[in-house]
């Protein structure tokens, strides 16, 4: 985006600008995590005492200032499990690739998987929900690294799930965002419980939508920033 818009400074003709806005909440984002996650699961020979969402770090200073990276996180992670009916102890956060002496956003990857088989988890599987492909971090930091780690430790199983790459659900994913902004400024308001009873019903999904307008997340049960509105049961 920045540079885009570096180049856009130096055009007397100005187009039309539509960037897609972050998708860490999308249901198609979710959806393709979750169809990785348990293609992913089905293919071991052994089941996992615990799952962890490793995400890329970032100086605690960062969020105090206001970021809503820390949030969108653990929003992902909070949506996945549900997804996947996981309960929240199963599914876990951590943040990677700390450097430097200050204080970044906790709990720090590296000290948590070497506690872990201290605490009887012998079994790890872990997953980078916020790289949309395969690079040196979650190749080389997290599945070789952690996973030495992990078996240094006392650990058993450990396994790293790829990046969504090029996977058809990926694919099904981006056409799926790409199509709908690609249709402007139509109403559309996505409607997602996270207590997981399932949709709305119709007369209160109605009532968000006049509530919140367009183009905007409504969800139950949660403490969100806005643009993210909690809407009461």
């Known amino acids: 985006y920045d540079q885009a818009f570096r180049t856009l400074l130096e055009e007397r003709w ?27 699961l089905k293919g071991l020979s052994w089941t996992p005492d615990l799952i962890l969402a490793s995400f890329h770090g970032l100086p605690q200073d960062y969020f105090m200032d206001g970021d809503p990276y820390h949030c969108h996180c653990m ?31 906790q709990p720090y990857a590296q000290q948590t998987v070497e506690g872990l088989p201290g605490k009887g988890v012998k079994n ?47 694919v099904d994913m981006m056409e799926t965002i790409v199509r709908r902004e690609l249709l402007g400024d139509r109403p559309t308001v996505r409607v997602f419980d996270l207590a997981g009873a399932g949709e709305l019903p119709a007369a209160l999904r109605k009532g968000a939508s006049d509530a919140v307008g367009s183009a905007a997340w409504v969800c139950r049960g949660t403490q969100c920033l806005p643009p993210c509105r909690t809407l009461a049961e």
């Not at 909070?78 to 990677?96: E, H, Y």
């Open 14 to 40: 100005q187009p039309a600008i539509r960037t897609v806005p972050p998708y860490f909440d999308d249901p198609a984002h979710i959806e393709a995590l979750a169809i990785s996650l348990d293609r992913h």
């Open 75 to 105: 929003k992902t992670a909070r949506l996945l499990a549900a997804r996947m009916g996981l309960p929240r102890d199963k599914l876990q956060v951590v943040f990677q690739s700390r450097f430097g002496k200050a204080e970044w956003l």
């Open 124 to 170: 790890l599987v872990m997953i980078m929900p916020g790289f949309a492909s395969d690079c040196v971090e979650t190749l080389e930091e997290v599945a070789i690294g952690l996973g030495e780690t992990f078996h240094e430790n006392g650990g058993e199983n450990f396994s790293a799930v790829p990046c969504l790459n090029d996977s058809p659900e990926s």
